[in-house]
Every structure is written in structure tokens, then in C-alpha cells.
């Protein structure tokens, strides 16, 4: 082999390293959108028809898992927030061992609870193991084994900044993810707050109280 050729085929290697990488940490990114969105279809994309999850709560085939935490699990919460980070992935041919830390928030509406009260916040950071196989040219998860390392439970006051209805995230195909490239047709009118006048005027009147 040429030295010419030698550097291409390094090259080669190089190129499906990185390209591998940006696909598995897509997937991941894609799962936290689908368990947040409460969109089963985006979750189901990420695993093979095979896959298995670990979860704990609920360990078993990965297809079926994903429709059901969407739709028996997730909308007991008000809302849901994963965020992803620290992957560190390590090929094996057309497999990868994936580790990534997950910060998970859920917010509780406490049931009959007055809707100015403070809702409760469960943190949990958490770790997802993963075994990523390509098929195909297509890297999903195979096994995924969840651990978790912290929790922590507090409440937190409403949010006292009036938000208007369209600015609020959705768990439904309406919210403005979905909207793609016609994102701008969504565009509101000019307008201007101070932001911070609310937490002035909030903390003013319990410093009076």
C-alpha cells in the first residue's frame, strides 16, 4: 500500500469515527426530545426493533417500553426536562459502549393543590450505560442499563413572570419543535418586558410583610 493510500485509509477511519459519534449522540438527544415532547414514535426510533431497556421501574423490551412510559408514566408529571451530557463512547467494529450523565427534572402538580402554590421538583441525576449497534449503516441503542447516583426533592415557587400561552413548552406534537423550518411563521409581536420586575416587586413585598 502506497503512503498515498495509507493516509486515505486512515483518513477512512477517521472520517466513520466521528461521523459514528455524531450519530450515536443524535439518538441520545433524540430520546431526551421524545420523552419530554411525550412523542412515543421519536423514543421508538431510538432503539432496534431487539432493544432492551433497564429502567428499573420497568425493565424489559425496549419498543414496547417506550410506548408505554409515554403514555401510562410521563403524563403524571407536569412537565419534564432531560438534559445529556459526558458521553464518552468507545467503539467496537459496528458496536459502541456508551456512557452519558442525565440530569432529569420532573414537576408535580400536587392533586387539588391551588395552582399559586409551589409545585414539587424531583431532580435525579442519573447515568444511561448503552450498547449501540449499526445496522445498516444505523446506530441505535441495542441494551440500555440506567443508573441513577443522586436525588433530591424540593418545591419551588410559581414562576412569577407572566409568560403568554405560546411561549409555554408543550408535551404535543403543537409545540414548536415541530414547526421546523416554518418556525418564523410562529413569530409574535414586537414587544418589550423588564424581566426582572416581577422578582422586584415580589421580594419587595415579602421584605415589607
Same mark, same amino acid.
Given at each position: 500500500m502506497s503512503d498515498t493510500e495509507t493516509r486515505l485509509a486512515a483518513l477512512e477511519r477517521d472520517l466513520d469515527d466521528l %461521523? +459514528? %459519534? @455524531?450519530?450515536?449522540?443524535d439518538v441520545l438527544h433524540r430520546y431526551c426530545r421524545g420523552v419530554d415532547r411525550l412523542d412515543a414514535e421519536v423514543l421508538k426510533a431510538c432503539? &432496534?426493533?431487539?432493544?432492551? #431497556?433497564?429502567? =428499573?421501574?420497568?425493565?424489559?423490551?425496549?419498543?414496547?417500553?417506550? @410506548? =408505554? *412510559? *409515554?403514555?401510562e408514566v410521563l403524563p403524571h408529571a407536569h412537565t419534564t426536562v432531560h438534559s445529556l451530557t459526558n458521553e464518552i463512547i468507545e467503539f467496537a467494529?459496528?458496536?459502541?459502549?456508551?456512557? +452519558? &450523565?442525565?440530569?432529569?427534572? &420532573?414537576?408535580?402538580? *400536587?392533586?387539588?393543590?391551588?395552582? $399559586?402554590k409551589p409545585y414539587l421538583h424531583q431532580l435525579v441525576e442519573c447515568r444511561y450505560i448503552d450498547i449501540f449497534e449499526r445496522r445498516e449503516g444505523i =446506530?441505535?441503542?441495542?441494551y440500555r442499563h440506567s443508573l441513577v447516583d443522586n436525588t433530591v426533592e424540593f418545591e419551588v415557587p410559581v414562576y412569577p413572570v407572566p409568560l403568554p400561552e405560546p411561549a409555554m413548552g408543550k %408535551?404535543?406534537? #403543537? $409545540? !414548536?419543535?415541530?414547526?421546523? /423550518? $416554518?418556525?418564523e411563521k410562529l413569530r409574535? @409581536? $414586537?414587544?418589550?418586558?423588564?424581566? /426582572?420586575?416581577?422578582? *422586584?416587586? %415580589?421580594? +419587595? !413585598?415579602?421584605a415589607q410583610s
Open positions: %461521523r +459514528s %459519534r @455524531e450519530a450515536i449522540r432503539y &432496534h426493533d431487539d432493544a432492551y #431497556d433497564t429502567h =428499573w421501574f420497568a425493565n424489559g423490551p425496549a419498543q414496547p417500553f417506550a @410506548e =408505554w *412510559v *409515554v403514555a467494529g459496528d458496536r459502541a459502549f456508551v456512557e +452519558s &450523565h442525565v440530569h432529569v427534572l &420532573h414537576e408535580m402538580a *400536587v392533586p387539588g393543590q391551588n395552582p $399559586d =446506530w441505535k441503542i441495542l %408535551r404535543t406534537k #403543537d $409545540d !414548536a419543535v415541530y414547526a421546523g /423550518f $416554518d418556525l409574535p @409581536e $414586537d414587544i418589550r418586558m423588564n424581566f /426582572f420586575a416581577p422578582f *422586584v416587586e %415580589r421580594n +419587595s !413585598a415579602e
